[in-house]
């Protein structure tokens, strides 16, 4: 239901665009949260969007690099990812609980997750 794509690896200091699209339903009025799971590491929110374009930021570590958008018209969502660390390195899984508002857990669809490698 959601598709996560975009990953790869990129150099310290670079960008990716990770994008998350829905192909059965219309999430123009859905909240869409950004995690990710580094190895050896529990799931951790990164960022979310809601339904009406509300952003809620989960991980500090992110902040003034990340930023995450929406499309309506091509009912995607994306999430901008600039200056990467090592430290970025993870599975980036876009998620929804089909709802406005941003909040963790209690999923009911998930992208696949999409790997993010940021070398040093």
């Known amino acids: 239901q959601l598709q996560a794509s975009g990953g790869g690896l990129v150099q310290l200091g670079g960008s990716l665009r990770l994008s998350c699209a829905a192909s059965?339903?219309?999430?123009?009025?859905?909240?869409i949260t950004w995690l990710r799971q580094a190895p050896g590491k529990e799931r951790e929110g990164v960022l979310c969007?809601?339904?009406?374009?509300?952003?809620?930021r989960f991980a500090d570590s992110v902040e003034g690099r990340f930023s995450i958008s929406r499309d309506n018209a091509k009912n995607t969502v994306y999430l901008q990812m600039n200056s990467l660390k090592p430290e970025d390195t993870a599975v980036y899984y876009c998620?929804?609980?089909?709802?406005?508002?941003?909040?963790?857990?209690?999923?009911?669809?998930w992208g696949q997750g999409t790997l993010v490698t940021v070398s040093s």
């Open positions: 998620a929804t609980r089909t709802g406005p508002y941003c909040s963790l857990g209690r999923y009911e669809y």
């Open positions: 059965e339903f219309n999430m123009d009025d859905y909240a």
């Open positions: 969007i809601s339904g009406s374009g509300r952003i809620t």
